[in-house]
């Protein structure tokens, strides 16, 4: 059997895995992505922070992998992503972006703009999104809904690609009162409906909803056909799911979120819980709306 280019050669730490053989599986792309989105084909996302773990979550099966300013919290040990910088943010990204090149990786990689570097102007949202997109991002993340669909049109007016969040934002959590559940409510949930439309309508390809209601969620997915939702807490109703990858590995160091599944729990190893993942995000079976939403 040949070798995979980059992986044949022996260091003293290891190798990384290859990927699946380059002749199973295309590279994601947006048409691509928006194309399972049509067909009603679940999107199976996770966060990785390293060259390692990109490579094998990208074996498993995941179509896209996000650098998440959650690696304040999970690899910085923060107490939340606030103070996470850009500087940092550029650096996993290359870190995940070189995993899943030595590995013939295909998945789609997306990475989170850190608190601060996009709230001043248009301007500085695009100069912070060339820094990550130079790094291997091929789409950055932003949370928020109003102002910022301005700032999305902007961006992918100059060919960046970009997903929104909305619901819970935890670079906002302060102003929010603490991680609760959005949208709860007639007038909640009408505002954060206008503002997932107004992002579609700029331009986001994809929509990240953290702890919105599980019904609220289903109706944005049939309500957004140009923008795929990404859920995490927001049932399964969703286009696709997300996870923190420490979270769904069950080595969280806190409090583990009501919506995480512990899929290390039945697996003998990382790839197999991994796998597990995909699996169950693809077959409807993850989330399970009574244990894993509101």
């Known amino acids: 059997m040949p070798s995979v280019p980059g992986t044949d050669m022996a260091t003293p730490y290891g190798t990384l895995p290859p990927a699946s053989p380059p002749a199973l599986r295309k590279p994601l792309s947006l048409p691509r992505l928006a194309d399972m989105h049509a067909r009603g084909e679940k999107i199976a996302m996770l966060t990785a922070y390293d060259a390692t773990f990109a490579a094998m979550v ?3 099966g995941v179509e896209c992998l996000l650098v998440g300013d959650s690696l304040g919290m999970v690899c910085q040990g923060l107490h939340s992503t606030v103070g996470v910088s850009l500087d940092t943010m550029r650096y996993h990204t290359e870190s995940v972006a070189r995993g899943l090149h030595r590995a013939q990786g295909t998945a789609w990689l997306i990475a989170d703009l850190p608190f601060g570097s996009y709230q001043e102007s248009r301007e500085q949202a695009l100069r912070s999104a060339a820094l990550l ?5 091929h789409m950055v993340k932003l949370e928020g809904g109003g102002w910022t669909a301005e700032t999305v049109r902007f961006l992918v007016e100059r060919g960046i690609p970009v997903c929104a969040h909305l619901g819970l934002t935890p670079q906002t959590v302060h102003a929010l009162g603490g991680y609760r559940v959005q949208g709860k ?22 929509l990240v909803l953290e ?3 599980a019904t609220l969620a289903a109706e944005l997915t049939r309500e957004l056909p140009r923008c ?6 927001a049932g399964r109703g969703t286009a696709g799911q997300v996870l923190v990858l420490h979270d769904m590995l069950g080595i969280n160091l806190g409090r583990m979120p009501k919506f995480v599944r512990n899929f290390m729990a039945d697996a003998p190893g990382i790839a197999q819980a991994l796998e597990a993942y995909v699996r169950a995000v693809k077959d409807g079976s993850f989330p399970d709306d009574e244990r894993h939403a509101w």
């Not at 007639?186 to 994809?206: F, I, Y």
């Open 133 to 137: 997109m130079q790094a291997g991002a």
């Open 228 to 233: 795929a939702t990404i859920g995490i807490g």
């Open 185 to 206: 409510g007639s007038e909640a949930a009408a505002l954060l409906r206008q503002q997932a439309h107004a992002l579609q309508d700029a331009g986001a390809a994809m």
């Open 211 to 213: 702890m919105v209601p």
């Open 58 to 60: 990208d074996a498993a």
